[in-house]
T-cell receptor, first 111, second 111 residues
Framework: DAKTTQPTSMDCAEGRAANLPCNHS???????VYWYRQIHSQGPQYIIH???NNETNEMASLIITEDRKSSTLILPHATLRDTAVYYC????????????FGKGTRLHILP | SQTIHQWPATLVQPVGSPLSLECTVE??????LYWYRQAAGRGLQLLFY??????ISSEVPQNLSASRPQDRQFILSSKKLLLSDSGFYLC??????????FGPGTRLLVL
């Protein structure tokens, strides 16, 4: 089973920041938080990951709470092309560790 | 840079026919390789993963099998397709502790 809990769906107005929450209350000390997204009929796309510090790249920002039990993915200026299912995943750093995907959050960007 | 290829992109097969889907990775060596399936409107289900040539781990009992004849080649097969085998098949790779990346997928329709 997936170790994360996400809302089933969310709406966000185009041009606004999209904030996608994720709960991972049973996360272990050696587990990273990863975010992927899947646009319809495409393979999942890696967005960002982090361990305990906040991270930012050209796509998004990742805010991880101090106790690491939850995180938020932020898309700073959402566009219609950001409409997708967003998956939050926790993953240990063992070589043969497998990624288990949950159901994700379906993000609708509204024009 | 690394790239991952899957073919065919789409496939329509009759029930009872054999299946062979191929995945190849370029630009890396000794990657972990993964096969996922996504049924319509569902999440991603891990089917198989491989940490090396000839090493295959199956995650769920099913009508499919996987093989890894070369370091960067991963094949998904079936001797006799079932209707329930329809879905979107995704191959993914990961190098050591790095991020997992997905291919473009193969959409399979069994009639």
């Amino acid at each position: 089973d997936a170790k994360t809990t996400q809302p089933t769906s969310m709406d966000c107005a185009e041009g606004r920041a999209a904030n996608l929450p994720c709960n991972h209350s049973t996360i272990s000390g050696n587990e990273y938080v990863y975010w992927y997204r899947q646009i319809h009929s495409q393979g999942p796309q890696y967005i960002i990951h982090g361990l305990k510090n906040n991270e930012t790249n050209e796509m998004a920002s990742l805010i991880i709470t101090e106790d690491r039990k939850s995180s938020t993915l932020i898309l700073p200026h959402a566009t219609l092309r950001d409409t997708a299912v967003y998956y939050c995943i926790v993953r240990a750093i063992n070589r043969d560790d497998k990624i288990i995907f949950g159901k994700g959050t379906r993000l609708h960007i509204l024009p | 840079s690394q790239t991952i290829h899957q073919w065919p992109a789409t496939l329509v097969q009759p029930v009872g026919s054999p299946l062979s889907l191929e995945c190849t990775v370029e630009g890396t060596s000794n990657p972990n390789l993964y096969w996922y399936r996504q049924a319509a409107g569902r999440g991603l289900q891990l089917l198989f993963y491989s940490v090396g040539i000839g090493q295959i781990s199956s995650e769920v009992p099913q009508n499919l099998s996987a093989s890894r004849p070369q370091d960067r080649q991963f094949i998904l097969s079936s001797k006799k397709l079932l209707l329930s085998d329809s879905g979107f098949y995704l191959c993914a790779w990961r190098q050591g502790q790095e991020t997992q990346y997905f291919g473009p997928g193969t959409r399979l329709l069994v009639l």
